[in-house]
C-alpha cells in the first residue's frame, strides 16, 4: 500500500500548496461525511496459513528471466509517467543476480543510467544506515535501547505524558512526535546547520505517549543520528563512511552535501516530469533521515550485507544476533499486520517474510525490498516524480513477487456479520502522521480519510487506495474487523487504539489511521464553514462598488446614519484583510516547489500573513457589532439587515477556521 504512504517529505510539500486551494475554492468542495461512532472491539486475528498456496510453474528467479521480465515492464512505466530514468538491482544468494539502468541521468544530454556509476538520492532508505549505526553502538555496549535518550544528548526532550522517549520508540517510529516540515530541505549549502543546533531548534511537539502510537518521524531519526555521534565521538558522516560504507566497499555512495568532487559527476538530475527542466541537488537538513546518494550497485552490498546477517564478503559489520535482532518483529501491533522491526518494517505478503524502506526526496523515489527466507534483495529508484496516480516502484515490485513468488488468490467467503462490520468502521479517519499543534495542522484536514461501504457486497473502499488502473481497491471483511483486498494481499485490521479510539492499520507499519471523533474537526463541517464565509465576503467584495454605482445612477444613497457608514466601511475592510490574507497564503504555497522554500525564510512573510488574520478577528467583532446595529435600525432595508448578519458570521467563521487550525500561531516551528 506504499501509494498512499510517502515515506519521506513529499506527500507533505503537496499538502501545503492544497491549504490555499481549499481558502480559495472550498465553498465548491465535496464532502464527506461524519463517522459513526463505535463501541471498542477486539484486536483481529491472525490470517490463516492456508490462505496463501503457492501456484504451480513458478518461472526461476534467474539473471536472465529478470532481465526479460524488467525490460518489458521498467520502460513502458518510465515512458507512461514521463519518468526520465530508474535503476533495479536484484541480489540472491549472497550475490549480485541483476543490476540494469532505464532511461536517462540527464534527460537533455541523453546521458543513460547506469547501475554501477550514476547515483540516485534514495531517501528515507538513508535511515536503514542509521539504524545499522545504532545497533552497532549497541552490540558494543555503548547504547542501551530502552533507556531514556536523554541521557545521550545535550538537550531535553520534556516528558510530555510522563514517561521518556527511548531509542526502541524511535527506531519503531513511536516516539510520539508530530510531523516536522520546516527546513528539512534547505535551497543551498550555506543554509545547512549542525543537527546539533537543528535538533533543539526544531523540536517538535508530542501529542502521543512514547510507545504507543507509530507516526513516522523524520525529526526522531536525525535524533538517533545525534546519539551515534555524540556516542561515537565523530561526526554522522564520518562515522557512515568509516564504519558501513568503506566496510561494505560501497564507493560510490555518500552523506556528504555537497558531494565529494569526484562523485558530483556522477549524480543524476532530479525532475518532476521527464519532459521537464532538470533539478538541483537537493540538500537535506535531516541528513540521516534521507541525504544519501548511492549507485545501485553500492546498494547491492548493503542488501546483502543484512541479508547474510552483518556480513559482505569478509566483513562483518554487524554481529549476527545483532542483526538478527534488528530484524525481528517489535511488539504492539495487530498479529495479522505487518509491524515495525528495528528500523526495518515488515512488508510480508505471498508467504514471504519481508523486511524494507521506502524513501522519497521531491525528485527521487526509491524502494527497498529484503526477502529474508528466500536470500534475496530488491532495489529500484526512480529520479523523476511522474505523473502517475499509483506509485510505479508498487506495481512493479507487485509484478515481482506474483511472478517470482506466486501465491493462488485466497477464496474467503463473506462473514454473516460484514454489512454491520463495515457500517460500524465507515467514516473519516486522520493519519497519525500528522501535524497537529502549528501552522501545519491544516493539512491534517485536508489529508483526511475517508472509508466507505459498498452496499451491493458490504465491502469497503478507502480514497486514497488504488488499483494500477485508478480504480479504488475493495477490501472483504475475513476476520473480526479483519479485511483483505477481494483482488489482491493487501490487508487491512481495525482496532481500538491506546487513547480508546477506532483506529485502522495498513501493511505499512509506521503509521495508523485514528478516526475523527469531533465534529469541528470533520471535512465536511470545516468546509462547509469556510466555504460559506469565503462566499459571503467575496460577494460583499463584489457587489461593494456595484451598490455604490446603482446609488450613484439612481439618485438613491443609502439612507445610514454617520456611525453605521463607519461600521460598513471598517467591516469592509475586514472583508480586505481577509481577501489578502487569501491571496498571500496561495503566494507563499508557491514556495512548496522551491527547495528550501518551507524554511526559516519564509518566517516574516507568514508573521504577516498572521498578522492580517489577526486583525481579521478584531474584524469579526466589528461586523458582529455592525449587525446589531443594523438590526436596531428599523429605517435600514431589511435585505440589508439580513446580509450584515450574515456578514458577521461568516467573519467569525473565518476567523474561527484560521484559528481553529493554528494559522495564527505565531510560533513558528512546523
Not at 535518550?149 to 508530530?178: C, Q
Not at 501529542?207 to 545525534?226: C, D, M, Q, R
Not at 549524480?267 to 533521515?289: D, H, I, R, T, W
Not at 462566499?535 to 444613497?557: D, E, F, R, S
Request: with cysteine.
Amino acid at each position: 500500500m506504499s501509494e498512499i504512504v510517502d515515506s519521506s517529505f513529499t506527500a507533505l510539500r503537496k499538502s501545503v500548496a492544497l491549504a490555499a486551494v481549499l481558502l480559495m475554492f472550498s465553498a465548491a468542495a465535496m464532502c464527506q461525511g461524519p463517522a459513526t461512532k463505535v463501541p471498542p472491539t477486539k484486536p483481529p486475528v491472525e490470517a490463516k496459513p492456508s490462505e496463501a498456496k503457492p501456484v504451480a510453474r513458478t518461472p526461476e528467479l534467474t539473471a536472465g528471466d529478470l532481465e526479460t521480465f524488467l525490460d518489458g515492464l521498467v520502460p513502458l512505466q518510465i515512458e507512461r509517467a514521463n519518468i526520465a530514468g530508474a535503476v533495479v538491482a536484484v541480489v540472491k544468494d549472497g550475490r549480485p543476480l541483476f543490476a540494469k539502468g532505464y532511461g536517462y541521468s540527464d534527460y537533455e544530454k541523453k546521458i543513460r543510467v547506469s547501475p554501477e556509476n550514476t547515483l540516485f538520492r534514495p531517501g528515507s532508505i538513508s535511515k536503514l544506515f542509521t539504524w545499522t549505526s545504532v545497533m552497532q553502538l549497541v552490540e558494543q555496549g555503548k547504547l542501551d535501547l530502552d533507556r531514556d535518550v536523554n541521557t545521550y544528548i545535550d538537550f531535553k526532550i520534556p516528558s510530555t505524558f510522563g514517561k521518556p522517549i527511548t531509542l526502541r520508540d524511535i527506531m519503531t517510529h513511536r516516539p510520539g512526535l508530530e510531523e516536522t516540515i520546516k527546513d528539512l530541505f534547505v535551497g543551498s549549502e550555506k543554509d545547512l546547520r549542525p543537527i546539533a543546533q537543528y535538533l533543539p531548534t526544531y523540536l517538535p511537539a508530542q501529542i502521543f505517549p512514547p510507545g504507543t502510537t507509530p507516526a513516522y518521524s523524520n525529526y526522531a531519526t536525525t535524533l538517533a543520528a545525534y546519539v551515534v555521534q555524540r556516542i561515537a565521538g565523530q561526526p554522522f558522516d564520518d562515522y557512515v563512511e568509516a564504519h558501513i560504507l568503506k566496510p561494505l566497499d560501497m564507493t560510490n555512495a555518500t552523506f556528504r552535501q555537497p558531494l565529494p568532487d569526484p562523485l558530483k559527476p556522477l549524480m543524476s538530475n532530479g525532475y518532476q516530469l521527464a519532459s521537464g527542466s532538470a533539478k538541483g541537488f537537493e540538500y537535506v537538513e535531516v541528513a540521516p533521515a534521507g541525504a544519501l546518494s548511492a549507485s545501485a550497485e553500492s546498494m547491492t552490498h548493503f542488501m546483502i550485507a543484512h541479508l547474510q546477517n552483518g556480513r559482505y564478503n569478509n566483513v562483518q559489520i554487524l554481529k549476527p544476533e545483532t542483526a538478527i535482532q534488528m530484524h525481528q518483529r517489535q511488539q504492539g501491533w495487530p498479529a495479522s499486520m505487518n509491524a515495525m522491526c528495528l528500523g526495518f518494517y515488515e512488508e510480508s505478503r505471498n508467504g514471504q517474510r519481508i523486511i524494507g524502506h521506502g524513501g522519497d526526496t521531491q525528485w527521487f523515489h526509491s524502494d527497498l525490498h529484503l526477502l529474508l527466507d528466500s536470500n534475496v534483495g530488491f532495489f529500484v529508484s526512480y529520479n523523476s516524480a511522474g505523473r502517475d496516480d499509483v506509485s510505479p516502484r508498487s506495481v512493479l515490485f507487485d509484478k515481482f513477487m506474483d511472478r517470482y513468488f506466486p501465491v493462488a488468490p485466497p477464496n474467503e467467503a463473506a462473514r454473516p456479520t460484514a454489512a454491520q462490520d463495515a457500517r460500524s468502521v465507515a467514516g473519516l479517519y486522520e493519519s497519525s502522521r500528522r501535524f497537529e499543534t502549528n501552522i501545519m495542522a491544516i493539512t491534517t484536514l485536508l489529508g483526511e480519510t475517508k472509508v466507505s461501504v459498498d452496499p451491493k457486497d458490504n465491502t469497503i473502499y478507502i480514497d486514497d487506495f488504488k488499483l494500477p488502473n485508478g480504480q479504488l481497491k475493495h477490501f472483504r471483511e475475513i476476520g473480526p474487523l479483519f479485511y483483505r483486498d477481494v483482488n489482491g494481499m493487501d490487508k487491512i485490521a481495525f482496532v481500538t487504539d491506546s487513547s480508546g479510539r477506532r483506529a485502522f492499520y495498513v501493511d505499512f507499519p509506521a503509521m495508523a489511521f485514528q478516526q475523527v471523533n469531533h465534529f469541528w474537526d470533520h471535512q465536511i463541517f470545516n468546509y462547509i464553514v469556510i466555504g460559506f464565509s469565503l462566499c459571503v465576503i467575496a460577494l460583499t467584495l463584489v457587489l461593494w462598488p456595484v451598490a455604490a454605482i446603482l446609488c450613484k445612477h439612481y439618485a438613491k444613497p443609502l439612507d445610514l446614519s454617520p456611525r453605521a457608514r463607519r461600521l460598513r466601511t471598517l467591516v469592509h475592510i475586514t472583508c480586505l484583510l481577509v481577501a489578502a490574507f487569501v491571496i498571500g497564503l496561495a503566494l507563499l504555497s508557491d514556495a512548496v516547489e522551491i527547495p528550501g522554500g518551507l524554511g526559516s525564510a519564509g518566517d516574516l512573510k507568514i508573521h504577516f500573513l498572521q498578522i492580517l488574520g489577526v486583525l481579521t478577528g478584531f474584524g469579526a467583532l466589528i461586523a458582529i457589532f455592525s449587525a446589531l446595529v443594523s438590526w436596531r435600525d428599523t429605517h435600514q432595508w431589511l435585505w440589508y439587515r439580513i446580509w450584515n448578519a450574515l456578514l458577521a458570521v461568516a467573519c467569525v467563521g473565518f476567523f474561527w477556521f484560521i484559528y481553529h487550525w493554528h494559522l495564527l500561531n505565531f510560533h513558528l516551528n512546523y
